[in-house]
C-alpha cells in the first residue's frame, strides 16, 4: 500500500508500541487529570522505540529488509511515575524500571537499522509516553491514581502525517510480539 508523503518524497517515520484499547483509556484519563487541554490526543498516545526522521522510499525499503525476522519479546510495561522534561516542555508518563527486554529490544533495533546508515540518538533510552506538550511543569509530586500495566503486543513501524487539526500517526507495518516478523 501506497502512503501519500510530503513533496520531497520523504515520510517522517518512527518505531513505537501503541497501547490496546484498556490501555489507551487509562493513559488517556491520567493525560486528562494532569495536563488537562494541553494532553496529547488520545489517538496519539504511544511509546517511541526509535524515531527514524525524514525517511525517503530507498531507504524505508532498507529498513523493512533490516527489520525481517524481528523478534518483538512478550512483556509487560507498568507506567507508574510522571516525568517532566523542561527544555522541550514535555509532561511524561514512564517506568520506574524499564525492563531489561525492553532495553535489548531497542538495542536490537539499532544494532539492524545502522546497517541502513541510521545513526542513533545518543541520549540512553527512556521508555516513556507523552502525556502534554508545551506543559509548563513542573511533573506532578505525587504517583499517578494507578499504574497502567501495558503488555506489548507488537512494534509498529509508523508515519506521523499533519492534518487540519494536527499530526496524527498511521501504522504503516507491524511486527506481533512473541514471534518473528518476515
Known amino acids: ?16 508500541v501503541w497501547p490496546a484499547d484498556a490501555e489507551c483509556r487509562q493513559l488517556a484519563e491520567l493525560a486528562a487529570n494532569v495536563a488537562g487541554r494541553r494532553r496529547v490526543r488520545d489517538a496519539n498516545l504511544h511509546l517511541t522505540l526509535v524515531f527514524l526522521d ?16 524481528l523478534m518483538v519479546p512478550t ?17 511524561w508518563l514512564g517506568c520506574s524500571e524499564t525492563p ?5 529490544l531497542v538495542a536490537d533495533l539499532h544494532r539492524r537499522l545502522r546497517g541502513c546508515g541510521f545513526s542513533p540518538e545518543q ?3 527512556q521508555a516513556h509516553v507523552t502525556l502534554a506538550r ?5 511533573a506532578p509530586k505525587q504517583a499517578p491514581t494507578a499504574s497502567v500495566h501495558w503488555p506489548i503486543e507488537e512494534v509498529a513501524l509508523v ?9 496524527y500517526y498511521r501504522v504503516v507495518r507491524s511486527w506481533p510480539a512473541g514471534c518473528s516478523g518476515g
Open 1 to 16: 500500500m501506497s502512503l501519500p508523503c510530503n513533496p520531497e518524497g520523504l515520510r517522517r517515520l518512527f518505531l513505537a
Open 54 to 69: 525524514a525517511t525517503d522510499a530507498e531507504r524505508l525499503a532498507a529498513y523493512e529488509t533490516a527489520l525481517a525476522g
Open 75 to 91: 512483556l509487560v510495561l507498568i507506567l507508574d511515575r510522571y516525568g517532566y522534561w523542561p527544555r522541550s516542555r514535555i509532561l
Open 100 to 104: 531489561p527486554a525492553l532495553v535489548d
Open 123 to 125: 541520549r540512553a533510552f
Open 134 to 138: 508545551n506543559f509548563p511543569g513542573p
Open 159 to 167: 508515519e506521523s502525517l499533519q492534518g487540519e487539526t494536527g499530526s
